[in-house]
């Protein structure tokens, strides 16, 4: 089993609706967890982060995280064109460095 | 300069051909890391150094040599390497042992090899 899963997409939404971002991981103990967005050519960029079960707003965004289920998503409201890009799910395992993973990514396309 | 910062941006080499990837972080941070990201591929996780000890050797060939003489500065050595090793390089650095290990990447170095 592969240790941080993404739908690769591409997922289309219309300009203005809810684009949903889907993630699922392997290992019960990780505690942190990260949302990067990566234009195409470009590296990839923080936008969100998350530790607590529950739900995390910032402006647009919201992340959603789920421990027991072991699953986080991400939702952008009134998604913009120039939210276009690939959003690459990241999971801390907790080793002795704190070693991260990076799912596929989701490549997201919003129709003006 | 800020944030992460690597040199040069983009570089074409023969097979035959040494070169140096260089990678500065402006955070403070105790960790650095390389990651290859090939067209079409994930994120691939190459070399971590952490307070300046290396503690990943993710399996990758010998013609690629890392190499950090401290925690702010970050090298990837590349000879003889092959075509399909032309790929986005991408160094990252984090805070680690503070529970919050957000990484922070730096523009990358698109590397082409003939």
């Known amino acids: 089993q592969k240790e941080v899963e993404q739908n690769s997409g591409p997922l289309s939404v219309p300009e203005g609706a809810i684009a949903s971002l889907n993630c699922t991981y392997s290992d019960r103990g990780s505690q942190s967890f990260f949302w990067y967005r990566q234009y195409s050519g470009k590296s990839p960029e923080l936008i969100m982060s998350i530790y607590s079960n529950g739900d995390k707003e910032d402006g647009r965004f919201t992340a959603q995280l789920n421990k027991a289920s072991q699953y986080v998503s991400l939702l952008i409201r009134d998604s913009q064109p120039s939210d276009s890009a690939t959003y690459l799910c990241?999971?801390?395992?907790?080793?002795?460095?704190?070693?991260?993973?990076f799912g596929p990514g989701t490549s997201l396309s919003v129709i003006p | 300069e800020t944030g992460v910062t690597q040199t040069p941006r983009h570089l074409v080499m023969g097979m035959t051909n040494k070169k140096s990837l260089k990678c500065e972080q402006h955070l403070g941070h105790n960790a650095m890391y390389w990651y290859k990201q090939s067209a079409k591929k994930p994120l691939e996780l190459m070399f971590v150094?952490?307070?300046?000890?290396?503690?990943e050797n993710n399996s990758v060939p010998s013609r690629f040599s890392p190499e950090c003489p401290n925690s702010s500065h970050l090298f990837l050595h590349l000879h003889t390497l092959q075509p399909e090793d032309s790929a986005l390089y991408l160094c990252?650095?984090?805070?680690?042992?503070?529970?919050?290990?957000?990484?922070?990447f730096g523009p990358g170095t698109r590397l082409t090899v003939l």
């Open positions: 150094y952490s307070l300046e000890e290396r503690v």
């Open positions: 990241a999971v801390d395992l907790k080793t002795s460095y704190d070693k991260v993973i």
């Open positions: 990252a650095s984090s805070q680690v042992g503070t529970g919050v290990n957000e990484q922070f």
